[in-house]
Nanobody, 119 residues
Framework: VQLQASGGGLVQAGESLRLSCAAS????????AGWYRQAPGKQREMVAH????????????VKGRFAISRGNVRNRDLKNTVYLQMENLNPEDTAVYYC?????????WGQGTQVTVSS
């Protein structure tokens, strides 16, 4: 199983980005998925998390600005895709963003995508 994250980039404060993460190499459907980030010199932190049942959790710092969602579960190519819509970005959101999915009773991680927000 491999997770491929994309969508990062350099934006100015107040702008938006949408991250995507797609899993390949499995026909199973994830039971949970999340986005995490790690800024230089800091520990990795959870940004947004969702379960297949629809339960969603956000870090306090991104509530109201970020939204996690998934692709159409009825679409074989999209059922293991998760998105992170990020609005009103600020320089404190600058980090490498990683996606993670729980598949076949274990957690998998993507390679990370850099998000840089300039002031």
């Amino acid at each position: 199983v491999q997770l491929q994250a994309s969508g990062g980039g350099l934006v100015q404060a107040g702008e938006s980005l949408r991250l995507s993460c797609a899993a390949s190499g499995t026909t199973s459907t994830f039971t949970a998925a999340g986005w995490y980030r790690q800024a230089p010199g800091k520990q990795r932190e959870m940004v947004a998390h969702m379960t297949a049942g629809g339960s969603v959790t956000y870090a306090d710092s991104v509530k109201g600005r970020f939204a996690i969602s998934r692709g159409n579960v009825r679409n074989r190519d999209l059922k293991n895709t998760v998105y992170l819509q990020m609005e009103n970005l600020n320089p404190e959101d600058t980090a490498v963003y990683y996606c993670s999915m729980s598949l076949i009773s274990r957690a998998y991680w993507g390679q990370g995508t850099q998000v840089t927000v300039s002031s």
